[in-house]
Every structure is written in structure tokens, then in C-alpha cells.
């Protein structure tokens, strides 16, 4: 069984006043009436700098949509700075990298997260050319796969203003949300990774202030 982190407040404590601001969030994303090409919708998690709280953001979001009932795969897209297995307690010997690298099939690299309704793809290792695999014909492939398996595909991302990675990831999202985390972000910054996100072809369903 998987040792799920504190972080996790959507599961631990699903009453308090976090946990319903991670609701709100996911109503927030009903009414922007995503459009999606097929069963799943794609949702990217970005902020413009590290450590402002887009992994956290994004696992309680994807607990959120799985409490709703909906069947959900949470990817760690951040192959700079992988944390999704350490959130969830899981084993990062393979994931998305062993899906873009090897071949790996796509239900051979996800694992399960110990919540009913949510799977994880996790990062599976750090690679030295990110980007590439991010952005290679196989990762559309996988992308495309997902959407026919699941009804909410959530995207960790490594942070917009410091890699062209998660510009790369836009390119398979329905939609994206910014993560700012007060006291730490500058508005220019979230300015100019708005800019960049919306350049490279992003629908922007929001700004999410983290408070810690
Ligand atoms: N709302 C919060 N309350 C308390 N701690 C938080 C909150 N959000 C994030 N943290 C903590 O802050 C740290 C950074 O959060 P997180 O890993 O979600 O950021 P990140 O943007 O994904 O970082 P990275 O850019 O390295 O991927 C973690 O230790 C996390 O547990
Ligand atoms: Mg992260």
C-alpha cells in the first residue's frame, strides 16, 4: 500500500476548507466548457518558477476529480525535478520516461495510487534530454492513448520560465492552470509565464494563489 503524504489534504481531510478550495477549482474548470477531442480532458499544471506548489496543486486536483467519480491519471510531466512518486509514496522505476525512451506500453507504465479512480504515471527517472522526449511523436501517441482511457488527464510541469518544457507540454492541453504561491512569486513572473503558455498555444482556465 502506498505511504500517501500529508500533502494529500483532498484524501486526508476531505471536509476542511483546502479541500473545498481544490473543489472550487475543479467547478472553476466545469464552467470554462472544455472542448476536448476525444473521452478525457487534459489539464497542465504550471507555474512560473519551482517550488510554488504546481505538484501539490496538481495531485489534490486529480484526488478531487477522482472523489467525483471520474477516472483519472495524474503524469508527472516534470522530468527536471520529478516528485509525484514521493507525494503518493510509489516507486519511480517506471513511468513516462520509460514510455517516451523505451516504447513501454501505456499500461505498462502506470502505477496505482492507492485512491480509488486515480492512477499515476510517474516520472520513471531523470532523463538528459527532457525536452525532446517531451516534445517526440511518441508522446503524442501516449497523450492521444490516455485520452481514449481516461476522463481527466492531469500534467505536472517543471517550471515555465525556466525550461521550454512546459511550452511543450501546452501543445496536448485542453487547458492550463497557473499555480502562483504568495509571498514568493512576482507578478511579472506570472505575467510572463502566462505570455509564454498563451504563445505557445495554451487556453488559460485560471490563476490559483497557493497561501503556504
Ligand atoms: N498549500 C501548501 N501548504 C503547505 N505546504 C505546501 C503547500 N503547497 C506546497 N507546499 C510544500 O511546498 C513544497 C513545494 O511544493 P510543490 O512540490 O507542490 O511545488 P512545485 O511547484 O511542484 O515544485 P517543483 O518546481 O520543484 O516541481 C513542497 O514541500 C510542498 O509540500
Ligand atoms: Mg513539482
Known sequence: MPQLSN??????????SVSESYRALRTAIRYKKLMPTARGIIIMIASPKSQEGKTTTA???????????????LVDGNLRQPSLHDVFGVKNNKGLLQGL?????QQDIVTASGIPGLELIVAGGQPVNP???LGSVRMA???AQLKQQYDVIILDSPSTLDYTDASLLTEYSDGVVLVAKNG???REWAKQARTQLEQSGA???GI?????
Open 7 to 16: 500533502a494529500l489534504v483532498t484524501e486526508f481531510d476531505p471536509i476542511s
Open 131 to 133: 525536452s525532446e522526449l
Open 208 to 212: 490559483v494563489f497557493n497561501q503556504s
Open 203 to 205: 487556453r488559460m482556465l
Open 101 to 105: 525512451a523505451k516504447g513501454m506500453a
Open 141 to 143: 501517441e501516449l497523450v
Open 184 to 186: 514568493k512569486t512576482k
Open 59 to 73: 495531485a489534490n486536483l486529480a484526488i478531487a476529480y477522482a472523489q467525483e467519480g471520474k477516472a483519472v491519471v
